[in-house]
């Protein structure tokens, strides 16, 4: 089936860094691409998304870069803060004229913020 | 700041027990979701709803149901909790025209 993983599961960044947690998909016709939070003991929150007729995206703080040639997104956190420590999940779609609505999460990775 | 909310949110019962999980957004949002998690890993959906009366099963089986009898309202059941239905619980919502979705906090259940 298709599935969506991240390189590490774990990342360690000194505050004030920048950070970059990676993502690999496996389906080639997925067109839809998000970023959650999720803090301890709380739901996934919504960072940053981005769709396949891009390459880049920015938000605050935030950059997710997509390449479709070889099925990989990253998400960079610049200005790393203790705020940002959590655990973090890309998801796809399924694939073309698939409802945005069903979407495949990553296991996540964790990122602990060294003071 | 979300308006879902969960509960409980935390729930310890015994093998056999009927358990609903309640959900419910003030976002007037049409789309409603359940999502299964176990600890650090990734969400499986399990239920999902586009409107009142609208349920579908999602891609991890399950022996849960949903209704959405009310727009704002997307009660889990469990007939007969089992020790393999230990786990979090994450619903979510979303307007009908955009994507991102908005989590609860989740409900923690644990089958004995």
């Known amino acids: 089936g298709e599935s969506v993983g991240l390189h590490l599961p774990t990342l360690s960044v000194q505050e004030g860094d920048n950070s970059i947690i990676n993502c690999a998909y496996s389906?080639?016709?997925?067109?839809?691409f998000i970023w959650y939070k999720q803090e301890s003991g709380k739901g996934p929150q919504f960072i940053i998304d981005?769709?396949?007729?891009?390459d880049k995206r920015q938000g605050q703080r935030v950059t997710v870069l997509l390449n479709k040639t070889v099925k990989h997104l990253s998400l960079q956190i610049a200005a790393t803060q203790p705020g940002d420590s959590a655990v973090y999940f890309c998801a796809a779609t399924e694939g073309p004229g698939t409802s945005y609505d069903k979407v495949i999460f990553g296991p996540g990775t964790s990122l602990s913020v060294i003071p | 700041e979300a308006d879902i909310y969960q509960t409980p949110r935390y729930l310890v019962i015994g093998t056999g027990k009927k358990i609903t999980l309640e959900c419910s957004q003030t976002?007037?949002?049409?789309?409603m979701y359940w999502y299964q998690q176990d600890p650090g890993m990734e969400l499986h959906l399990i239920h999902y709803?586009?409107?009142?009366?609208?349920?579908e099963k999602g891609d991890l089986s399950s022996e849960s149901t949903v209704s959405r009898i009310r727009t704002e309202h997307f009660p889990l059941t469990l007939e007969s909790a089992r020790p393999s239905h230990t786990s979090q619980y994450l619903c979510a919502s979303s307007a009908l025209t955009f994507n991102e979705q908005f989590f609860g906090p989740g409900t923690r259940l644990t089958v004995l």
């Open positions: 709803s586009y409107g009142v009366n609208s349920t």
């Open positions: 389906n080639s016709a997925s067109d839809y």
């Open positions: 976002m007037g949002h049409d789309k």
């Open positions: 981005i769709r396949s007729n891009m």
